[in-house]
């Protein structure tokens, strides 16, 4: 069941519903386990009360001690699920060395009466007063381990021990604790997911399939796999598995599920392998409703290519941009042959306009990059003339020449080694490095690792 929190200080847990269900009773112990993927998280709790409360129609309400909440806050939700537990034969708290009247031991007698029907989780706060021989005090530690496993309850058996540790090692101890709730809540949504994925299955649901070919010589499916797990926000995410491997390509594998209390209501499955430039995409979409089914895998097919078709758009702009940047660095180096370190914005733009029309520039666009070319630092400067004209100011001479010839000797092939370049240019290999750096820090080169070609250079020329 689905409740909503509303973490307060207090100690009895009380349900408000709009009315009582069959699937809650007080006195019954729960572990809630949070629906939140950002907050992984769970907790024991007894619900002693269940007050029928008209203005929780939507989902019940559920007043709980902030300190058993944890990381969870107001409004946050969380699945209750019943939980059987045991009465702890023996339980153990750690407090702090510092309590120098207190000597480690078993301190049933002392401290049994006061806990007794208490339920402690890993990492539960004990607070209880306690004759120590030398007047009251008050006993502040955490539960650290029991038998059998926590959680549990004192009973009227329990014998309960307390050891004593150095603050850090108990800062240590209450942050593993911590991690042992965040380990035991993705094992139990695992064990439930896998209940209810088999369920599905098993059951009479409709299972509705559509497949997609997809092109990604323009596009990168790790992109479009990051829009596609988007479109499942409203779902619990289940079974998650990705392989990104250059020689194997790029695979992976999910299933998101809505559920309601446990009994699930719709089932997806979607895969997606790539290799080299071709990808398919596989969806299975399982709904107790046939038509819909269908109809949920058309509209998921149909959204899928709308993503590839934006990512493709988005890809080829950003390559047309790569080989504006180029162009325009390119005829910065040579007016610096003859001198001249400017050229007119307007007069870049016609030129540019007339080699390249299919990519079908407007001014406002290419002006937009030649700013952005400053902040990279590959040109200096555009300034605005008196006359409201704009001109391109570049850098000097020694600053680009370099890696200007190194882009235009990189046009035949578009790909390059550092070797090959210090062999054909006849450059030092500091020399070949400062002209790569430059150009791969704006982004003008990408550097590319593999066992069996090593270490390879592509530049953005076209």
Not at 17 to 40: D, F, H, L, M, V
Not at 396 to 407: C, G
Not at 426 to 436: C, D, I, P, S
Request: aromatic letters at 8%.
């Amino acid at each position: 069941m689905k409740v909503k929190l509303s973490p307060q200080t207090r100690k009895q847990a009380i349900l408000h519903c709009s009315e009582s269900t069959p699937n809650i009773s007080s006195g019954q112990t729960y572990i809630a386990i949070s629906t939140i993927r950002s907050k992984t998280y769970s907790f024991i709790v007894k619900i002693l009360e269940i007050v029928e409360d008209s203005s929780h129609n939507d989902i019940p309400l559920l007043e709980v001690d902030k300190y058993l909440s944890g990381i969870l806050s107001q409004n946050d939700t969380v699945d209750l699920y019943p939980y059987n537990l045991s009465h702890a034969e023996e339980i153990t708290f750690g407090i702090s060395e510092k309590n120098l009247a207190i000597t480690p031991g078993n301190w049933t007698a002392s401290i049994k009466d006061g806990l007794l029907g208490n339920i402690y989780d890993v990492g539960t706060e004990v607070k209880s007063a306690i004759d120590a021989g030398k007047g009251i005090m008050i006993l502040r530690g955490f539960a650290i381990k029991a038998q059998p496993l926590l959680p549990v309850e004192i009973g009227p058996t329990t014998q309960i021990f307390l050891e004593k540790y150095a603050d850090d090692e108990l800062e240590h101890m209450e942050n593993a604790l911590e991690q042992q709730k965040i380990d035991r809540t993705e094992q139990m949504k695992l064990n439930i997911l896998q209940n209810l994925i088999a369920n599905v299955k098993s059951s009479n649901m409709v299972q509705a399939t559509e497949s997609l070919d997809l092109n990604f010589d323009s596009s990168d499916p790790k992109m479009l796999d990051q829009s596609i797990v988007g479109l499942f926000t409203s779902y619990e995410l289940f079974d998650e598995k990705i392989t990104d491997e250059k020689k194997k390509g790029f695979t992976t594998s999910r299933s998101f599920v809505i559920h309601d209390q446990g009994v699930p209501k719709e089932l997806i499955e979607y895969q997606m392998n790539c290799h080299k430039d071709h990808g398919t995409v596989l969806l299975r979409v399982y709904h107790e409703n046939g038509v819909h089914a269908e109809e949920l895998a058309e509209d998921l097919q149909t959204s899928i290519r709308k993503l590839h078709a934006g990512l493709k758009g988005k890809q080829k702009n950003k390559e047309i941009e790569n080989q504006i940047r180029t162009y325009v660095l390119m005829k910065g180096a040579e007016l610096k042959e003859v001198a001249e370190v400017q050229l007119p914005m307007a007069a870049l733009y016609t030129e540019i306009s007339q080699d390249y029309p299919d990519w079908n520039l407007s001014m406002k666009k290419f002006v937009k990059i030649v700013k952005k070319m400053v902040k990279s630092g590959l040109i200096s400067e555009v300034q605005k003339l008196p006359t409201g004209y704009y001109m391109v100011l570049f850098h000097p001479l020694e600053l680009t020449e370099d890696p200007s010839r190194l882009l235009k000797f990189a046009q035949t092939t578009g790909v390059l080694t550092k070797e090959e370049i210090m062999t054909k240019l006849g450059w030092t290999e500091f020399r070949v490095k400062e002209a790569l750096d430059f150009l791969v820090e704006r982004k003008m080169a990408k550097i590319d690792k593999s066992f069996r070609l090593g270490t390879r250079f592509y530049f953005m020329v076209k």
